[in-house]
């Protein structure tokens, strides 16, 4: 089964800190992907990365920077935490084509910003 | 561009109803690929089925089953006898084929089982 971890399943931060969201996957995916999820506003892609050292802006990567120094780690980073990012993280990641293939999903981060 | 509707924000359904999530999507491209995706309350997105557009046959897979049309660029979810484990949130999305497309997901549908 593949499987997909975030580092932490709660996380609570003070404005203008600098937050690092962590995800590992352990089936040699070559895609890995960072979604945020706001009611109202579903799934939107942040960041992605095909391979290592490589990395792809989303629709909403302002604010937000990535680091994949691994293949099977994904890094987010929060240069400076506002309360706008208050928000629930996903992070997934697939095999082959980054659009065609299934995407299999960790359990999430929700992050509250204060 | 591309895009997926959900029109059903929240829908609640009696245990063993049968309920339908409704998915409309809009694309330019001739070949792409169709997902649903169930999120229960613990958080994690779990895959339940992928289409590609050559195929338009139906799909059942045990209480679930999909009506895939390409006439009304819909790919409609039915479950039947619906039982409260099903209770999710449910996404319905869109991707091409080419190298740097994306998967593009619907807002989502939140049902809610009654027992």
């Known amino acids: 089964d593949v499987k997909v971890t975030q580092s932490s399943r709660y996380l609570v931060k003070r404005t203008g800190e600098k937050v690092f969201l962590e995800c590992v996957q352990d089936?040699?995916?070559?895609?890995m992907f960072w979604y945020r999820q706001d009611p109202g506003l579903g799934l939107r892609l942040i960041y992605f990365?095909?391979?290592?050292?490589?990395?792809e802006k989303g629709d909403i990567p302002e604010g937000y920077s990535v680091s994949r120094e691994k293949k099977e780690r994904f890094s987010l980073i929060l240069e400076s935490a506002s309360t706008n990012q208050t928000s629930m993280y996903l992070c997934?990641?697939?095999?082959?084509?980054?659009?065609?293939?299934?995407?299999?999903f960790g359990p999430g981060t929700r992050l509250l910003v204060l | 561009a591309q895009k997926v509707t959900q029109a059903q924000t929240e829908i609640s359904v009696v245990e063993k109803e049968d309920v339908t999530l409704d998915c409309v999507y809009e694309?330019?491209?001739?070949?792409?690929?169709l997902f649903w995706y169930k999120q229960p309350p613990s958080g994690e997105l779990v895959f339940l089925i992928r289409?590609?557009?050559?195929?338009?046959q139906n799909e059942i897979s045990g209480r679930y089953s999909w009506n895939f049309q390409k006439s009304t660029s819909s790919f409609n979810f039915t479950i039947t006898a619906s039982q409260v484990v099903d209770s999710a949130v449910y996404f319905c999305?869109?991707?091409?084929?080419?190298?740097?497309?994306?998967?593009?997901f619907g807002k989502g549908t939140r049902l809610h089982i009654l027992p």
């Open positions: 997934a990641s697939s095999t082959g084509l980054a659009g065609v293939e299934t995407q299999y």
């Open positions: 089936m040699d995916h070559e895609n």
């Open positions: 990365s095909y391979d290592v050292k490589m990395k």
């Open positions: 694309t330019r491209d001739t070949t792409y690929y």
């Open positions: 289409r590609n557009s050559f195929d338009e």
């Open positions: 999305a869109l991707s091409g084929l080419n190298r740097d497309d994306k998967i593009i």
